[in-house]
């Protein structure tokens, strides 16, 4: 599985900015797909996984309301839109599979099992 991020840069307060990853090389559909973020010194962080199959996204509470995650299956591509971001959002952001959505442990990072190479987010 080959996961290719793109779209992050420097973005005021209160902007927005929008992040896409395209995976190739296994079955898009009917598997799992989220971002992750992460600041140097601390943990990789789960901000949002969704379900390509349809149906169920999964978001952090610090980016609820304010990111959404989406899919476009015939191009094989996750988008995470980023509005009314803070600084605090600054991190480099990674995309990364797993098999299966769970509601109970979508945001942990180890049961990735590919990940992108990162885009780095920076807001002013």
């Known amino acids: 599985v080959q996961l290719v991020e793109s779209g992050g840069g420097s973005v005021q307060a209160g902007g927005s900015l929008r992040l896409s990853c395209a995976a190739a090389?296994?079955?898009?559909?009917?598997?799992?797909l989220g971002w992750f973020r992460q600041t140097p010194g601390k943990e990789r962080e789960g901000v949002a996984t969704?379900?390509?199959?349809?149906?169920?996204?999964y978001y952090a509470d610090s980016v609820k309301g304010r990111f959404t995650i989406s899919q476009d299956n015939d191009n094989n591509t996750v988008y995470l839109q980023m509005t009314s971001v803070k600084p605090e959002d600054t991190a480099m952001y990674y995309c990364?599979?797993?098999?299966?959505?769970?509601?109970?442990?979508?945001?942990?990072?180890?049961?990735?099992?590919?990940w992108g190479q990162g885009t780095q987010v920076t807001v002013s």
């Open positions: 969704v379900y390509t199959g349809g149906g169920s996204a």
């Open positions: 090389g296994y079955t898009f559909q009917n598997n799992c």
């Open positions: 990364a599979a797993r098999y299966d959505c769970n509601s109970d442990s979508w945001f942990v990072h180890w049961q990735y099992y590919s």
